[in-house]
């Protein structure tokens, strides 16, 4: 009651001050600010329509509103549920640390439930970026301003072509001006005076650059009526030898894009495979939960990273070495517990590893739940190396696969140069001669084992990152893991890498022409064919060891 | 006398304790109507269907409290049929013989529903089939509680055309029956609209596709011609997640080129990382998010269920609660549980569907639904965008192909049909092809 009448008398001045203040101000000017306020309170109506309105009526505040329209594109823009005023939160540890959208004092940390947020829909999202794109184009940072040269490069009326005319003028920046050039030109193409036309295209042929491929394919296109959009015909023929240039570039560039595409499926393959490499090359132990020890990885990963949100980088990093400790951890159990009491007949531990694979399935659906868990990528590893237009190189492969030569190495040092290499090598080659010599050979199998284990384990952090983790993802890799295996020749780990290189381009760049599902089965064919010939793979075993 | 030989039987087996377990369920089979839960709890499909059988529970459950139906209780019979395919007619035979149940709820994928089809035919059961699905089938034991094509993806085609001004196509998806079937229905209507072969590109990939690096890159290149392009996704489930993770990485955003999806719902955005998703749009009869005091309640009581208030509820499920309700409605209105007095009782039974509308059985066997299109927020729920003004009828066979322009399917006399061929005056027979 009482709370209830002190809101009363607050809010009654406040309306008469309104009154007021529409009553002095009549036809002139309303101040900034209310206008400010008026537009906040359409951005907090429900109708995208009014949301639209109140986007135009911050565009033309100009550069005040600038942070409200960035938050708003972020999605940090949110209605405090308490008393429905308009804040910006930033996401911490706690909950949002929000401010007040109109006058940005802090009004401290708020739970996450406190606040719901403004929705945005693409059409907002598009009109934003052009609004906002503008509104930057005399920003401080040049690559801000590159950004938003890009965000107004496709549109064509005159007010944005004005603003970049004159930002052209000022721009000291070269990467900018350059984008602000191509903008310019590409409104040029449009010019109803011919030269200009032709004096553009000829510029832009230059550039690799997706905006002027789709403008001149455009110009050669034929409208409903079976004519030409562009009319003349020595534009065309002008248009249509730069599209040839271009695309000649475009061809280069996705050349080199597919190669990049079949290293990196390669290194997922070589990744998946390399720890069956030693457990089935090294060992001869055919391990079909080889792909759950990899689906354990992942859900280390998830774990690790449920444990501390906010650090995504770190646990990704973290996960490593603790994927690593876990898989081998259930690796050796694996050996101790089954694989050792079926050593030398294969059918029996195949079936019996294939149980063990359904075991580990179904308790993570038990533990986890059957639907898949969500891992998500830290910054570092979203988005792509834009080397220009038309190539760019995802992150998150590139990392991918620079990992997978990592762990390569390393293995390859650790059975080089460490003591249990020498003695999984010695016993890899005559297992009596090395037990003859005093070798452990019990313990050197369980080590062995779980140093494949592990380093599946160490796969499972990697795919945790492009696909899903759930109790499936094991049986998605285990057919794959094997054919790079058997394809390398058994027992050399060189043989693993390059057959995976070589299975990932081979899949890549059949794929355009034959669709995926073709490619797969292509591949395979490829490799029952080769088997038939070089039944040792790519690289065969040498030695006595290898004949027996 | 039928008391008596239970007598007889629960004594017989009372030997051994484990049986005895068994006589007593026998016994008290006499007074529960057993409805049978057929859905994946292991396996590929489990991640989907795993949903629908708690949901079923809880409908059960909460049917028993109102007192049951016809003063019986209602008793599940869940079994697991691990994502099998021809596990799921073993286990619908097992259902329908030794249980003895009067209805079925399940499957989710085509191929499962394809082969129950034929057992459920021969023992006239009764299927209730809860998930979007291809359409150009209708059995008369089965009930279509999901959308047929004309129901999710050519509203959703209509709207990216007139809305967007879409004028370049990818067809994306799966490679089996649904996909192809549906992008078969979508390519047929796209070129009745007038748009040119070659700026339709389909592309099927295997299950759980997980490199969608070229796929990809192949879809900026053809969206690259100069035209709004959109991608129209029958991806099923697993490989979506890789594949919005690589359109986000290779910069493909909803802004430029938007996804719109028919098996990407709440449930499965739960489980994936939703920031390269935002601002991308999927087709269904149901959201979550949709505002009527129905959905809050039906929320409410499955968050109580299942003792989770994070769980989200999907179009499957509401589907699952329709098709659940009708069939209560339509045996009180049979006063019995007889398949063939409940398959006449059920045409022309409506019941109030979660969004607002009431859905109504058709003499087809599918229900008249009505059609949402939400763009993804990062909170992993929709934001309806466009929906249709009224409840769509589910069309069993498509108007848009050749073959199956003039069947029709009404399970009404004196057609009694469901694939009848209006120009012949024929029945072609249970199954069409």
Redesign the interface.
């Known amino acids: 009651m009482k709370a209830n009448s002190i809101k009363c008398c607050l809010r009654l001045p406040a309306i008469l001050m309104m009154v007021f203040s529409i009553a002095i101000h009549g036809d002139q000017e309303i101040p900034s600010a209310s206008k400010l306020q008026d537009a906040l309170s359409f951005l907090q109506q429900g109708s995208?329509a009014d949301r639209e309105q109140a986007v135009n009526q911050l565009a033309d505040l100009g550069a005040s509103s600038l942070p409200i329209l960035q938050a708003l594109l972020d999605?940090k823009l949110f209605t405090l549920k308490s008393d429905t005023s308009l804040v910006i939160g930033i996401d911490n540890n706690h909950g949002y640390a929000i401010s007040d959208a109109l006058t940005g004092s802090e009004k401290g940390v708020i739970e996450r439930s406190a606040v719901t947020?403004i929705?945005?829909?693409?059409n907002l999202?598009?009109a934003l970026?052009k609004i906002i794109g503008q509104l930057q184009l005399s920003a401080d940072d040049p690559a801000v301003r590159l950004s938003a040269v890009k965000a107004m490069a496709n549109e064509e009326d005159d007010n944005t072509q004005s603003l970049l005319k004159a930002r052209a003028v000022i721009e000291k920046d070269e990467d900018v001006q350059q984008a602000i050039n191509v903008v310019l030109l590409l409104k040029d193409m449009n010019s109803s005076d011919k030269l200009i036309r032709i004096k553009a295209i000829d510029l832009l042929k230059e550039q690799n650059n997706?905006d002027v491929?789709?403008?001149l394919?455009?110009m050669l296109?034929k409208d409903e009526a079976g004519n030409f959009i562009e009319a003349d015909a020595e534009i065309r023929s002008v248009a249509k030898a730069a599209l040839i240039k271009i695309n000649n570039r475009l061809q280069i560039y996705?050349s080199i894009?597919?190669v990049f595409?079949g290293l990196?499926?390669g290194a997922?393959l070589v990744l998946a495979a390399i720890g069956l490499a030693i457990t089935f090359g090294v060992m001869g132990v055919i391990n079909m939960a080889h792909g759950e020890l990899m689906m354990l990885g992942a859900y280390t990963t998830y774990v690790i990273q449920q444990l501390m949100p906010n650090h995504l980088g770190i646990s990704i990093i973290l996960s490593i070495p603790a994927a690593f400790m876990i898989s081998a951890l259930v690796g050796i159990i694996i050996e101790r517990g089954i694989i050792r009491f079926l050593y030398g007949r294969p059918l029996e531990t195949l079936l019996a590893t294939f149980g063990v694979s359904l075991i580990l399935q179904?308790s993570v659906?038990s533990i986890f739940?059957?639907?898949?868990?969500?891992?998500?990528?830290p910054e570092w590893m979203?988005?792509?190396l834009?080397l220009n237009d038309f190539l760019?190189l995802?992150?998150?492969?590139f990392y991918i696969l620079v990992f997978c030569l990592l762990v390569f190495l390393l293995l390859l040092q650790i059975l080089k140069r460490t003591r249990l290499g020498l003695e999984v090598r010695a016993v890899a080659q005559n297992r009596t001669m090395a037990k003859a010599m005093g070798i452990p050979t019990a313990k050197v199998d369980a080590m062995t084992f779980g140093l494949g284990s592990g380093i599946a384990g160490v796969a499972g952090v990697a795919l945790s990152q492009?696909?899903?983790v759930?109790?499936?993802l094991g049986q998605?890799y285990i057919v794959d893991s094997f054919m790079v295996v058997v394809f390398g020749g058994v027992g050399n780990l060189w043989g693993t890498l390059v057959a995976g290189f070589v299975l990932g381009i081979a899949?890549?760049f059949l794929?355009?022409f034959s669709?995926?599902?073709l490619a797969?089965i292509l591949v395979l064919i490829f490799i029952i064919l080769f088997i038939q010939k070089r039944p040792r793979g790519l690289f065969p075993q040498k030695g006595r060891a290898a004949d027996s | 006398m039928n008391r008596y030989s239970t007598k007889l039987r629960a004594l017989g087996v009372a030997c051994t304790m484990a049986a005895l377990v068994f006589g007593t369920t026998n016994v008290q089979a006499e007074d529960t109507i057993k409805v049978g839960v057929l859905h994946s709890?292991?396996g590929?499909m489990?991640?989907s269907e795993?949903t629908l059988k708690d949901t079923m529970l809880m409908l059960i459950d909460e049917q028993n409290k109102k007192g049951g139906l016809l003063g019986k209780k209602l008793e599940a019979v869940v079994v697991d049929p691990a994502s099998n395919w021809p596990l799921f007619a073993e286990k619908a035979r097992e259902l329908l013989t030794k249980d003895k149940v009067s209805a079925i709820f399940g499957c989710w994928t085509s191929v499962s529903r394809k082969s129950v089809l034929p057992v459920i035919e021969e023992l006239n059961g009764l299927l209730f089939y809860p998930v979007q699905y291809e359409g150009e089938e209708s059995s008369k034991n089965v009930f279509y509680t999901g959308a047929a094509p004309n129901q999710q993806a050519i509203p959703a085609v209509d709207y990216l055309m007139n809305d967007l001004k879409v004028k370049r196509w990818v067809l994306a998806g799966t490679?089996y029956v649904y996909p192809r079937t549906t992008n078969k229905i979508l390519e047929a209507y796209l070129k009745s609209k007038g748009v040119d072969k070659k700026d339709i590109m389909i592309?099927?990939?295997?299950f759980?596709?997980?490199?969608w690096?070229?796929?990809v890159?192949?879809v900026k290149?053809f969206g690259?011609?100069?035209?709004k392009t959109a991608v129209v996704s029958t991806i099923n489930g697993?490989a979506n997640?890789?594949f919005y993770?690589?359109l986000?990485?290779?910069?493909v955003s909803?802004?430029s080129i938007?996804v719109i999806a028919f098996s990407v719902g709440e449930?499965?955005l739960?489980?994936?990382?939703?920031?390269?998703l935002?601002?991308h749009l999927a087709a269904w009869n149901y959201f979550m998010s949709i505002d009527s005091t129905k959905n809050s309640a039906f929320i409410d009581k499955w968050h109580e269920y299942t003792k989770n208030p994070k769980r989200v509820t999907n179009d499957p499920m509401e589907a699952t609660y329709i098709g659940f309700n009708m069939w209560v409605k339509a045996v009180e209105k049979a006063g019995t549980t007889d398949p063939k007095a409940v398959q006449d009782a059920i045409i022309g039974v409506d019941f109030p569907n979660l969004t607002g509308g009431t859905s109504k059985m058709l003499p087809n066997h599918h229900i008249s639904k009505p059609v949402f299109i939400g763009?993804i927020?990062?909170?992993g729920q929709f934001?309806t965008?466009w929906q249709t003004n009224k409840l769509v009828d589910g069309d069993a066979w498509s108007d848009f192909l050749p073959e199956s322009k003039p069947i029709i399917a009404d399970w009404t006399s004196p057609i009694s049909c469901g694939n009848y061929n209006t120009k012949t005056k024929k029945c072609s027979g249970q199954v069409f092809k």
């Open positions: 995208m999605g947020k929705n945005l829909t693409n999202r598009v970026r997706r491929a789709n403008r394919n455009a296109e996705s894009e597919t595409f990196s499926l997922v179904q659906r739940s059957p639907l898949n868990r969500s891992v998500a990528t979203s988005g792509s834009q760019s995802t992150w998150n492969r492009i696909t899903n759930g109790p499936n998605a899949n890549k794929e355009p669709g995926a599902v797969k | 709890l292991s590929t489990a991640i795993t490679d592309n099927y990939t295997p759980g596709h997980s490199d690096q070229s796929i890159a192949d290149k690259s011609a100069g035209k697993d997640i890789p993770k690589e986000g990485n290779q910069g909803a802004e938007p449930e499965e739960s489980g994936m990382d939703t920031k390269p935002v601002g763009e927020q990062d909170d934001m965008v």
